[in-house]
């Protein structure tokens, strides 16, 4: 996260994280204790002595300290992604110049998101909030601190919506007119195949990640299918491939990765087609059985929502916060293990986690059921090597939302816990352990509707 400062904001200013906090701490007591008087001899507090704190300091071209600001995670405990900004001070001799504090607001915003935080606030004296206005900060309400007139304010973090609408936004426009799925299935994970009790499902990985980590390409194109088959309910019977590379090496390596999960997950390659001296390309479909499919679109307002996720593996090389392998290392019992969960648990609705996340994910299942969703972010089972930022964004591996009550939470090495609520409404909105309800995503993710 460092790589964001030192940054460089005209010829005679510089943020940086500060490595020796004396003059900042200095500068605080000037400012707030003696000028101010906000606060009796000292205004060093709990979040001062907390480790994870970060100060940033903004010093001139010749390096003089100007001014400064921490930032941090909110509460004790585990970060979950709620941060803070604070004791914002700039020295009184540069003050009127107008540009050190709005520089230091600035470089604290960037510092928090790349942090993987989803909601940051601060507590602003409220002559200053015309200011935080300006750079683009919300007003949330009026609190008092150290006995003075404060503006609790929040810095709007859009990541959430960003990755769910880079996947899917334009779902909606592309496909109204073939209804993908069916009545009650439409813009599901899979799709019943009429007069039978077969489900079907496609997935294509992209060209770049088929020439970089060709392997974990194929792979991944019997990972995604099948977790679009499980989260149906239905048991894989067989998969179809589509290769295309650049020479018979590549390939190989591709079809060597599809190989490897095809025997884990115990799915046997039906055929396929393979070309050679064309761009990268893969693509599969496989084909389950259920006679009782397992809808996305199934929830209603009032049901509990789970997340199911594997939180075992790390982050794959050259894919970090956007790509946890949880699934290369696991016996075939505990992959299959997972795959069964839906089939057993029967939950009104479930969604395996896809690339919009699991919020975007969570998005689609409301969407699909015509409701919203609030996710309460503290309970979300998480890796502790993964921010709350990357693991609501990232790809998981194996991970399925489910919505309503469960006759089974068995699902091999995965954990269940419940952590949100469908209701009334549109969008996913976040939950915190203070009771505030922040946006994620506003509307429907896709535009596809409601699958009945």
Not at 328 to 337: A, D, I, Q, V
Not at 380 to 389: E, H, K, L, M, S
Not at 420 to 438: F, K, N
């Amino acid at each position: 996260m460092t790589d964001l400062v030192p940054t460089l904001l005209g010829p005679h200013l510089i943020v940086e994280e500060a490595d020796d906090l004396a003059g900042y701490h200095r500068l605080r007591k000037q400012v707030f204790v003696d000028e101010q008087g906000l606060f009796h001899g000292c205004d060093l507090d709990d979040r001062d002595d907390d480790p994870r704190t970060v100060v940033l300091v903004a010093r001139s071209a010749r390096g003089e300290l100007l001014g400064g600001v921490r930032v941090g995670p909110a509460r004790d405990g585990p970060d979950i992604g709620w941060w803070a900004g604070g004791r914002l001070v700039v020295d009184p001799a540069v003050r009127g110049a107008g540009a050190v504090g709005p520089a230091l607001v600035r470089a604290a915003c960037a510092y928090a998101e790349n942090a993987g935080a989803l909601r940051f606030d601060a507590t602003v004296q409220t002559r200053h909030e015309r200011l935080f206005r300006r750079l683009g900060w919300h007003s949330v309400r009026p609190v008092t601190v150290a006995r003075r007139a404060h503006t609790l304010m929040r810095w709007p973090i859009g990541r959430l919506a960003a990755v769910a609408a880079a996947s899917k936004e334009h779902l909606g426009d592309l496909l109204h007119e073939l209804a993908p799925g069916g009545p009650g299935f439409i813009g599901d994970d899979g799709a019943p195949v009429p007069g039978s009790d077969l489900i079907a499902a496609c997935d294509a990985i992209l060209p770049s990640m088929v020439e970089r980590d060709p392997d974990w390409a194929g792979w991944c194109a019997v990972l995604v299918n099948v977790n679009d088959l499980a989260a149906m309910g239905a048991t894989p019977v067989g998969l179809l491939n589509a290769v295309g590379a650049r020479n018979a090496a590549l390939a190989a390596r591709v079809l060597g990765g599809l190989r490897r999960a095809a025997h884990a997950y115990g799915v046997p390659v039906l055929g396929g087609h393979t070309q050679l001296g064309v761009p990268a390309a893969l693509s599969a479909t496989a084909l389950g059985r259920t006679a009782r499919p397992v809808p996305g679109g199934g929830g209603r307002p009032g049901l509990r929502v789970r997340l199911t996720a594997d939180l075992g593996g790390r982050w794959r090389p050259g894919y970090h916060g956007r790509q946890w392998d949880s699934t290369s290392h696991r016996t075939p019992c505990e992959l299959r293990g997972m795959l069964s969960f839906v089939a057993c648990a029967r939950p009104a609705a479930a969604k395996d986690v896809s690339m919009a996340g699991i919020a975007g994910t969570l998005g689609m299942l409301a969407e699909a059921s015509g409701c919203a969703a609030v996710l309460d972010v503290a309970n979300v089972p998480r890796p502790t090597t993964a921010t709350v930022g990357d693991w609501l964004t990232c790809f998981p591996g194996f991970a399925m939302i489910t919505a309503g009550d469960l006759a089974s939470t068995e699902a091999g090495p995965a954990v269940t816990a419940a952590c949100g609520d469908l209701v009334a409404g549109q969008g996913v909105h976040l939950r915190w352990p203070d009771g505030e309800l922040t946006g994620a995503i506003d509307a429907g993710v896709t535009g596809l509707g409601t699958a009945a």
